[in-house]
């Protein structure tokens, strides 16, 4: 079973139904670490994919979705469940880069002139975020979210096991003594990646033909 939304009382009853549960988080952790506080969590159990973290020696800065809330890092990175890291290494790459001459970009526009909420939504997020974020820092969206998502069931992300702590600095380094979870390799398949999200686009604008119909 996979899951997205949170909900205390829905994941209890998932973990009571199923004999795995799958989780992804896309921000901070603070919900997920709810999770993994609870007396009836068991981390064999759940299986969680979460993106963030840095784990590059050279890079001192936190990474924003552990810094966010550092305590809940901390408790889910040592929570014992089986965790898949995908770091800001494997999601802030230029196949993930979306500018306004980017295939992507163009064909989620064409769905938006179509009327569709959804991608005319997708439109006016990326053009707010270029008006001030990337004038402010000249700095272009990535598609991290799409990535972290596509790691649940694609290939295009793989992982290699580590021990890692978190650091009260928020900090995501290696060490002898952390805790042993995979984490996301810097070289992912951009080609691949960017064919299937084309395909994931296409097949929601049929949906939603169908609906409108």
């Known amino acids: 079973m996979r899951l997205q939304s949170f909900n205390l009382f829905l ?8 004999p795995k549960v799958y989780i992804l988080g896309i921000a901070a952790m603070s919900s997920i670490a ?12 759940f ?30 990175v040592h929570s014992g469940a089986d965790i ?8 802030f790459q230029e196949p993930m880069m979306i500018t306004d001459e980017s295939e992507i ?24 975020f270029r008006e001030t ?3 402010k820092w000249g700095y ?40 042993n979870i995979n984490v996301s390799n810097p070289v992912v398949d951009g080609e691949r990646f960017m064919v299937y999200l084309q395909k994931r686009l296409s097949l929601l604008e049929s949906t939603l033909s169908l609906i409108d119909k």
């Open 133 to 135: 974020i990337g004038r």
């Open 11 to 18: 994941h209890t009853s998932l973990a009571d139904t199923y």
């Open 47 to 76: 299986t969680i994919y979460q993106m963030g973290g840095n784990i590059q020696p050279d890079v001192q800065k936190p990474e924003y979705n552990i810094k966010c809330d550092i305590k809940a890092a901390q408790d889910v």
């Open 105 to 128: 970009f163009k064909e989620v526009s064409f769905f938006a002139e179509k009327g569709r909420a959804v991608f005319k939504l997708l439109t006016r997020n990326y053009r707010a």
């Open 84 to 91: 898949h890291l995908i770091t800001s290494d494997a999601t």
């Open 140 to 179: 272009f969206p990535y598609l991290s979210d799409a990535l972290a998502f596509s790691a649940l069931e694609s290939s295009f992300v793989s992982f290699s096991s580590r021990k890692i702590e978190v650091l009260d600095t928020g900090r995501t380094v290696p060490s002898e003594n952390g805790s």
């Open 34 to 45: 709810r999770i993994v506080r609870a007396e009836w969590f068991d981390p064999n159990k």
